[in-house]
Structures are given as structure tokens and as C-alpha cells.
């Protein structure tokens, strides 16, 4: 016969306990009015205890728990970036034949407000990505993004990416890339069709790279203006910038 769990048991312990301490009160007071007033009041009090509970403390609770979540799966997204992200970014976008059209959009400024970012944001995701595989050194970028292989999976690996659909994505769409190009021995003189291949798996990467990295600067400035202020100097958008403040 299996055994009640630990939570019923419990339960019932609670409930013997209520039990007997009222009839203990019965016992010494004979007063059963007052008895029953007492318990009546102590009923009603229980709903009351239950909003608390339940609705606002619990509530305060999960709100609490989901920034915790948040600040955790943001400095995930900010490693990933001082790794690997921002170094793809520059070198994808360098061979983005339109990037004129939007380098200005990507130069963010201190003075951006969130209306600006979202409007920004907007505008970028009616952007026709391409980059121009025939000027980039495929091999430059199998072996960059093989070497840091180990990197992706641990951070795949982190339960708190399933909470930011889109930057699982972006993870996704880098690891998949990455084995593509392990998988070529070479990657020079290949067929026009798996060059074609390969150029949709880049361009997914590099629209992918703009949005998050994009959604990342928005974070920065509204939580921390020294973090942001160093991406705003490194921008992989800017030809001028420089880590060193001028």
C-alpha cells in the first residue's frame, strides 16, 4: 500500500492540532459562543489572508523573481557580445553593401529615449539584410566561430535563455553556421549553390546580431549608464569609435 505523502500527512497533523486546542479552550472556559464567535471570525479572516497571499505578496514575489530572471539572462546576452558578437557584427556589417542606409540609425546616442529605440527598431526590421559573401573570408570566420564552439554550448546550456525567444534564436542561428563551416574541409572554390547555402546562413546571423544587439544597448542605457557608455564608444557600426574616452 503506497504511503500518503508528506504534504498530507501534514495537512492532517495541522488539522488534529486545531482540533484539540479547541477543545482544550472548550474545556477550560466552557464557553461555547465564544467559541464558536472565535472560530467564525478566524474563517473569515482566512479569505482576507488568502488575497494577501496569493494576489499581492505572490504576485510581488513573481515580479521579483522575473527581474532576478531577467538581470541573469542579460549579462548572458552581454557575455555573449564581449566574446563573440560584437567581433561578428563588425566583420559582417563591414561587407553589408547597403549598410549606408541604416549605419546612421545604429549610432546611438545618449539622448536616445525608448520611443527613439523602438522607432529605430522598427525601421530595422523592414531592412533587407545581405551581406557580400564574395569579399569575406569564409575561412576568417570558420575559424573564429569554431574556436569558440565550446562557448555557444555552454551558453545554450543556460536555463535562463528559454525565458528570450529571440536571442535563443540568434544562438541557434551562430551554432548552426558554425557547423556548417566545420563541416567544409575547405571553404574556398565551392559550388555557386552551397555558396548560395552558406549566404542565407550568414544573413540570418547578421539581421539576427543587429536586432539583439540593438534590444541590448536599449538595456544598457536604461539600467547601466557605465556599460553603456563603453558600447556606445566601441560601436561596431562606428568607424571612428575607440574604447579610449576623448
Known amino acids: 500500500m503506497r504511503r500518503p505523502s508528506w504534504q498530507v500527512?501534514?495537512?492532517?497533523?495541522?488539522?488534529?492540532?486545531?482540533?484539540?486546542?479547541?477543545?482544550?479552550?472548550?474545556?477550560?472556559?466552557?464557553?461555547?459562543?465564544?467559541?464558536?464567535?472565535?472560530?467564525l471570525g478566524d474563517i473569515a479572516f482566512v479569505f482576507l489572508e488568502v488575497l494577501l497571499v496569493t494576489l499581492i505578496i505572490h504576485r510581488l514575489l513573481s515580479e521579483r523573481e522575473k527581474r532576478a530572471r531577467l538581470e541573469k539572462l542579460n549579462m548572458?546576452?552581454?557575455?555573449?557580445?564581449?566574446?563573440?558578437?560584437?567581433?561578428?557584427?563588425?566583420?559582417?556589417?563591414?561587407?553589408?553593401?547597403?549598410?549606408?542606409?541604416?549605419?546612421?540609425?545604429?549610432?546611438v546616442r545618449e539622448s536616445w529615449s525608448e520611443r527613439e529605440f523602438a522607432q529605430v527598431s522598427k525601421r530595422l526590421k523592414a531592412y533587407d539584410y545581405s551581406v557580400d559573401l564574395s569579399r569575406v573570408n569564409l575561412a576568417d570566420i570558420k575559424n573564429f566561430l569554431v574556436g569558440k564552439r565550446d562557448f555557444f554550448l555552454r551558453l545554450v546550456e543556460n536555463p535562463s535563455l528559454l525565458e528570450h525567444e529571440t536571442f535563443t534564436a540568434l544562438l541557434r542561428g551562430v551554432f548552426h553556421l558554425t557547423e556548417e563551416l566545420a563541416s567544409r574541409e575547405k571553404v574556398v572554390d565551392l559550388p555557386?549553390?552551397?555558396?548560395?547555402?552558406?549566404?542565407?546562413?550568414?544573413?540570418?546571423?547578421?539581421?539576427?546580431?543587429?536586432?539583439?544587439?540593438?534590444?541590448?544597448?536599449?538595456?544598457?542605457?536604461?539600467?547601466?549608464?557605465?556599460?553603456?557608455?563603453?558600447?556606445?564608444?566601441?560601436?561596431?557600426?562606428d568607424s571612428t569609435a575607440s574604447a579610449i574616452v576623448r
Open 192 to 237: 555557386a549553390t552551397d555558396y548560395a547555402h552558406l549566404a542565407g546562413d550568414v544573413k540570418r546571423v547578421y539581421g539576427q546580431l543587429v536586432t539583439e544587439w540593438l534590444d541590448y544597448m536599449k538595456y544598457l542605457k536604461g539600467n547601466y549608464p557605465f556599460l553603456f557608455s563603453f558600447a556606445m564608444r566601441t560601436n561596431p557600426f
Open 9 to 39: 500527512v501534514l495537512g492532517i497533523s495541522l488539522i488534529a492540532l486545531s482540533v484539540i486546542f479547541y477543545l482544550i479552550q472548550y474545556a477550560i472556559f466552557r464557553d461555547a459562543r465564544h467559541l464558536f464567535m472565535f472560530l
Open 76 to 107: 548572458v546576452i552581454g557575455a555573449f557580445f564581449s566574446e563573440a558578437g560584437t567581433v561578428l557584427l563588425t566583420y559582417l556589417s563591414d561587407f553589408d553593401p547597403k549598410l549606408e542606409q541604416i549605419k546612421g540609425e545604429l549610432l
